[in-house]
């Protein structure tokens, strides 16, 4: 599967992983692909127990980290100091939440008792991010350093050019890739709307081809397709369209190396590829997947869901006491409350779900290695034929 991103990261296969986990981004590198940390929620400190962690299980191998920093953030929630944040949730939203948990029995006591806490939405901005991009670059394996929210601001582009690594950007629509390309992106990840995060309206069938002919004129920024890849055959179909690699997420979080609740992980494997929709309940922006949690923000009397961060202030301490339920059920106990995620089992072939992501990962190339070569037949006898 020759892939100039292979070169550039010194990566047997260019299949990006996305996951908030260090066990499956250590796996995913492990194994020659190449694992991307969810750092957002992370304080320099707590990132630096996570890769040194990385670090010790990956034997040399790369990966990378992922923020969500808006290039720009004046005049958005996002600058204010934790009282005002916590002024502009309205009650009518944690109102709605708690009647939305009693309802499902769950116990509302204390839920949002305390202040907002000191330093939230820092990472969202240089005094947090900047520290955090540090602690990462102190990594010598990290080798890419990404930014889920918009084009890169100039001090995450300086501080990961003057440590000499790769930067990315995740876009949703045409317009965005442009801006990233604009900005000297070296890996665009273009996210159709079958992504389980960051999703935005166009497929990516439709969308991976539409930025690559908007990027051609930016031969040094590498397209990777991401949204609703599970399998090889996937992940070579995306390639086949032009794609450079293919950047995943859902799939690594039924894996055995995934902290995902057991409970959780049958949900994700018992759904089937009708049972999401998009969804700003969660955090404010759109993320793909259904509960009785999104089914509840979506029924005409609940409030409109607020703006990054507000949404995750208002979902964080519920969707914490859901998941921490989830946590304590066992296959023999009562039937999980409907409030546990569920996420859709895309494409399913003969792929198994559970599977370690390390096994996954090298089951998925092979099929991949073999819708290649049937791809490549195909091309050459229809030029045969013409
Ligand atoms: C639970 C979850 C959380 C995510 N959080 C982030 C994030 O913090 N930053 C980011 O760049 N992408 C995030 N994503 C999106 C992934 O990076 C990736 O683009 C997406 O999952 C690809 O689509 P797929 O889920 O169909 O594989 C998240 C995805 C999931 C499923």
């Not at 499902?104 to 806490?117: A, F, M, N």
């Not at 889920?148 to 990961?160: H, S, Y």
């Not at 390309?181 to 166009?202: F, I, L, N, Q, Y």
């Not at 519920?318 to 009562?334: D, M, V």
């Amino acid at each position: 599967m020759p892939s100039r991103l292979c070169e550039k990261f010194g990566i047997e296969f260019p299949l990006f992983a996305f996951s908030h986990c260090r066990d499956v981004v250590a796996a995913v590198s492990s194994a020659g692909g190449f694992g991307v940390l969810g750092a957002t929620g992370h304080s320099p400190e707590t990132l630096e127990i996570e890769l040194e962690w990385i670090d010790q299980h990956t034997d040399g191998k790369p990966y990378g980290v992922d923020l969500l920093v808006p290039a720009s953030i004046d005049s958005k929630e996002e600058a204010l100091a934790p009282e005002e944040i916590e002024e502009r949730i309205p009650p009518e939203h944690k109102a709605y939440v708690l009647n939305l948990l009693a309802e499902h029995g769950i116990d509302t006591g204390g839920l949002y008792e305390g202040p907002v806490r000191e330093g939230v939405g820092d990472n969202m901005r240089e005094k947090g991010a900047g520290l955090v991009i540090d602690a990462a670059l102190e990594h010598e394996q990290v080798k890419l350093v990404v930014n889920a929210l918009g084009p890169p601001p100039d001090f995450m582009l300086e501080k990961v050019r003057a440590a000499n690594r790769y930067v990315g950007a995740l876009a949703g629509a045409r317009e965005h890739a442009i801006k990233h390309a604009e900005r000297g992106v070296d890996v665009v990840v273009v996210s159709g709307t079958e992504a389980g995060g960051h999703c935005g309206e166009v497929s990516t069938l439709v969308l991976v081809p539409e930025v690559l002919q908007s990027l051609a004129r930016f031969p040094d920024s590498a397209v990777v397709a991401a949204g609703g890849i599970v399998t090889g055959r996937q992940m070579a179909a995306v390639m086949a369209m032009g794609a450079e690699g293919a950047w995943t997420g859902s799939v690594w979080l039924t894996t055995a190396e995934a902290e995902t609740a057991p409970a959780v992980k049958e949900k994700m494997l018992a759904a089937n590829s009708r049972q999401t929709v998009r969804s700003r309940s969660r955090t404010g922006k759109y993320t793909r997947h259904r509960s009785a949690w999104t089914d509840a923000w979506h029924a005409e009397e609940s409030p409109d869901p607020l703006p990054m961060p507000l949404q995750g202030l208002v979902s964080e301490p519920a969707l914490g006491r859901i998941a921490a339920l989830a946590r304590e059920w066992s296959p023999r106990g009562p039937k999980p409350d409907d409030l546990f995620r569920r996420a859709r089992r895309r494409t399913h072939e003969s792929t198994d779900l559970r599977a370690p992501g390390r096994l996954r990962l090298h089951a998925g190339l092979r099929r991949s290695r073999r819708a290649t070569e049937r791809y490549g037949r195909g091309v050459v006898l229809r030029r045969g034929r013409a």
